[in-house]
T-cell receptor, first 113, second 116 residues
Framework: ETGVTQSPTHLIKTRGQQVTLRCSSQ?????VSWYQQALGQGPQFIFQ???????GRGNFPPRFSGLQFPNYSSELNVNALELDDSALYLC????????????FGPGTRLLVL | AQTVTQSQPEMSVQEAETVTLSCTYD???????LFWYKQPPSRQMILVIR??????QNATENRFSVNFQKAAKSFSLKISDSQLGDTAMYFC?????????????FGKGITLSVRP
């Protein structure tokens, strides 16, 4: 176990809906990153937050947004869900400002119908 | 942009034997970090091993070791004395040493099956 937790574990939504996924970072970590992992693929970087500010974004549209809270927990919000958003969403925490190893949560499996 | 390539989609090994998983990457950076992560069927991604590009010595962690060839941009993982619990998907990943964030770029992964 890495100390990073995510909720919910599974979620089913319909196309066009909005979803919020949550992540609680490992103690002492102030950076959180979100990744999308399609079935049978490697994770793709969505964005990273450091001390509540976004400090990097991958090739994802603006309907993917996030927040990091003062306690370093985080949310990933996806608006106007599309079928292709069906994936495992992983968050990872680390100590920002350094090239520290990132530790992953168990993920949230999202299915969009 | 950096790319990570894992060309073997699947591998199988007998318990107690040794297996090597391949990974190549492409970057114009001179300093960076490389990782192997393991994702068991329960799906939580676990760090296996980490290598700093400026270190010539290959990293080792118990039964896991890497063969890091910087000039060839190759980073393979050797698992010795394979155990049933090693059955998982393995991802090779790259992280820049400079820049604003610690983004990981992953390969597509390789599914390793350990046979009893």
């Amino acid at each position: 176990e890495t100390g990073v937790t995510q909720s919910p574990t599974h979620l089913i939504k319909t196309r066009g809906q909005q979803v919020t996924l949550r992540c609680s970072s490992q103690s002492g970590h102030n950076t959180v990153s979100w990744y999308q992992q399609a079935l049978g693929q490697g994770p793709q970087f969505i964005f990273q937050y450091y001390r509540e500010e976004e400090n990097g974004r991958g090739n994802f549209p603006p309907r993917f947004s996030g927040l990091q809270f003062p306690n370093y927990s985080s949310e990933l919000n996806v608006n106007a869900l599309e079928l292709d958003d069906s994936a495992l969403y992983l968050c990872a925490s680390g100590r920002g400002g350094f090239r520290e190893t990132q530790y992953f949560g168990p993920g949230t499996r999202l299915l969009v119908l | 942009a950096q790319t990570v390539t894992q060309s073997q989609p699947e591998m199988s090994v007998q318990e107690a034997e040794t297996v090597t998983l391949s990974c190549t990457y492409d970057t114009s950076e001179s300093n960076y970090y490389l990782f192997w992560y393991k994702q068991p069927p329960s799906r939580q991604m676990i760090l296996v091993i980490r290598q700093e590009a400026y270190k010539q010595q290959n990293a080792t962690e118990n039964r896991f070791s890497v063969n890091f060839q910087k000039a060839a941009k190759s980073f393979s993982l050797k698992i010795s004395d394979s155990q049933l619990g090693d059955t998982a998907m393995y991802f090779c990943a790259f992280m820049r040493a400079t820049g604003a964030n610690s983004k990981l770029t992953f390969g597509k992964g390789i599914t390793l099956s350990v046979r009893p």
